[in-house]
């Protein structure tokens, strides 16, 4: 074997070793900064658990939720669907997670799509156990099954984990609780006149996400768990969407015959002309927005304030 390839060779083991380790230890790097999946199971016991997409990331203020609940944390991706947030919720009971409430992002886009990854970060977060079960269920159903290995295994966090040292000097005290901290202004209303409103091509919610809903319900009832559906506050023009009221009136159906608890927006109410109360939120104030569907700072305040006096 010439010396070349001993290097070669060498190279190759060390990239899988890098690998494996990646894929084994990044969640308790997460965990170091207060954030991820793996650090709610840590916790043993939460009393109250925020599980959602972007929309609780920007619409749940952590200071806000911690004057109800100290024992609060938050665990919040992009494009989080129904059917990952099954597999998380799954993981941390089977880890004897004791989980006293639990709100869950009723993010209507997300439940109208079959389950796919929308942001890596939270592989990172994931125990490895868990990596497979995510990988398990976005990869049934899609043809780029080697594009999507590659990039859950392969090719995400590599940066962060090579570079943890520093990146944990930089980002240790943006996180609480699973929270991003910070500051988002609001918009204008000539700006989000000029955006277009987010779509998706279905005004249904998918066939797969709706046996996760369905399940999420029924794990909770087996476990004791206070779970409550949240309606993040969308700027009116969302509400008044064909697509986001049809989603959200299939929703509503589907929580009704699972006899779910709910807590929704009084524009939603009027929007599908249901015969109940929902919580009232300036839905025309575009200070109170960031775009079409992500709340402010000041938003996710007045909103977090609703939502934990209900």
Not at 2 to 10: A, E, G, N, S, V
Not at 171 to 184: D, E, Q, S, W
Request: hydrophobic fraction near 40%.
């Amino acid at each position: 074997m010439t010396l070349r390839i001993k290097i070669l060779f060498l190279a190759v083991i060390a990239c899988i070793a890098f690998i494996a380790v990646k894929n084994i230890y990044s969640c308790d790097l997460s965990a170091q900064i207060d954030k991820g999946i793996y650090k709610a199971a840590k916790l043993g016991e939460i009393e109250n658990l925020y599980i959602g997409s972007s929309m609780f990331g920007r619409g749940i203020n952590i200071n806000e939720a911690e004057k109800i609940a100290q024992n609060s944390f938050i665990l919040a991706y992009n494009g989080f669907d129904p059917t990952l947030e099954l597999l998380v919720i799954e993981y941390l009971i089977s880890h004897n997670t004791a989980i006293k409430n639990l709100y869950l992002d009723m993010y209507a886009y997300s439940a109208a799509q079959e389950s796919k990854l929308a942001e890596s970060r939270m592989i990172f977060d994931s125990p490895l156990s868990l990596k497979i079960a995510i990988w398990d269920a976005i990869t049934r159903n899609q043809s780029n099954y080697f594009a999507l290995t590659w990039e859950l295994f392969i090719s995400s966090g590599n940066d962060i984990f090579l570079l943890w040292p520093l990146y944990k000097r930089l980002v240790a005290n943006r996180y609480h609780k699973g929270a991003t901290l910070g500051n988002f202004s609001g918009t204008t209303r000539e700006i989000l006149d000029s955006t277009p409103i987010p779509q998706t091509g279905t005004g249904n919610i998918n066939k797969s996400q709706k046996q996760a809903i369905t399940k999420i319900i029924k794990l909770c009832r087996e476990n004791n768990i206070n779970l409550v559906f949240i309606e993040t506050p969308k700027f009116f023009d969302t509400v008044k969407s064909g697509v986001y009221s049809s989603i959200m009136r299939e929703y509503i159906d589907l929580l009704r015959e699972n006899q779910a608890n709910y807590f929704i927006s009084q524009e939603l109410i009027n929007r599908l002309n249901l015969s109940e109360k929902g919580y009232k939120f300036s839905h025309y104030d575009p200070s109170l927005f960031i775009d079409h569907i992500h709340l402010s700072t000041l938003g996710s305040v007045e909103f977090t304030r609703l939502m934990t006096s209900r």
